[in-house]
């Protein structure tokens, strides 16, 4: 199957491979979401698991990782891009330390999708580079995403700086990432969690529309 073949290659990191199998995949009529969540994503969290297990180590994670960011790309055009009509604009970035980015990314490729606009601040943003972007761009929803448990924490500083700030109110604050969960959410007192990429976009366009 075309899909297991995209997960073995992106975990060997053979970026051109995926490309190649991604592109095969679209024609045989795969849809776009199926490719990304059954063969990209799913090769990226088999690496996930042999990185945790000190199976593989940086290097190989930075190939596959590569593959993923490359084979993405190339279903972004093929994203259910709904006529929302919605323009919503959110400011998006990985914490302060942290520069695990590929979430982010698929969150922003989502949220484009659902026709927001997302302004990426990139990885290790700090706290208040997220309150400044939001006011100086009128941003409604701020995103932040962290993936080590050491980072995550700093996503309660984002929160108080808005209040410092004195913009609180007028933006909402979503955040995620695989150690990321509705009760910590609640604890740091964003405004909501989002497991995954997909329902993050719904999310903050529902957020956009409020
Ligand atoms: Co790192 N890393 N890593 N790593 N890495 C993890 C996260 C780790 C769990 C692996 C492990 O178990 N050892 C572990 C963290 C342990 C912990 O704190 N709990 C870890 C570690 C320790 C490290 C280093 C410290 C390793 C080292 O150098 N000693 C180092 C830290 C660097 C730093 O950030 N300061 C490090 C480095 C790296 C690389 C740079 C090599 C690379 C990142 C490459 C890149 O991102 N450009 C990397 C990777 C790839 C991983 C793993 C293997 C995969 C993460 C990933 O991309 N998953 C990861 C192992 C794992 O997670 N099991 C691991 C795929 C991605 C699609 O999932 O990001 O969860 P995820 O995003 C999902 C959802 O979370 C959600 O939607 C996405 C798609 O559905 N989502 C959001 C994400 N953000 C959201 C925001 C939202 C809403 C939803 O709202 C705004």
């Given at each position: 199957m075309i899909l297991n073949e995209i997960s073995l290659q992106l975990q060997s990191g053979k970026a051109n491979a995926v490309k190649e199998l991604v592109c095969k995949a679209l024609e045989e009529g795969i849809p776009a979401e199926t490719i990304l969540k059954d063969g990209l994503i799913r090769g990226m969290s088999v690496i996930g698991e042999k990185f945790k297990n000190n199976t593989v180590f940086v290097p190989d994670v930075m190939m596959a990782a590569r593959a993923m960011t490359q084979g993405s790309e190339m279903l972004k055009p093929h994203l259910?891009?709904?006529?929302?009509g919605m323009t919503g604009k959110v400011c998006l970035g990985s914490i302060k330390g942290d520069i695990h980015d590929i979430g982010k990314n698929l969150v922003k490729m989502m949220m484009e999708c659902k026709g927001l606009e997302v302004i990426d601040l990139g990885v290790d943003v700090a706290p208040e580079t997220f309150v400044e972007t939001a006011r100086k761009e009128n941003c409604r929803v701020i995103g932040i995403s962290a993936l080590l448990t050491t980072t995550m924490?700093?996503?309660e500083e984002v929160v108080k700086a808005a209040e410092r700030a004195g913009v609180r109110d007028q933006v909402k604050i979503m955040v995620g990432g695989a150690p990321v969960t509705e009760d910590f959410a609640h604890k740091i007192g964003a405004d909501a969690f989002s497991s995954d990429a997909a329902t993050a976009a719904e999310v903050a366009l529902a957020f956009c529309k409020e």
């Open positions: 259910s891009v709904e006529e929302s924490v700093t996503m």
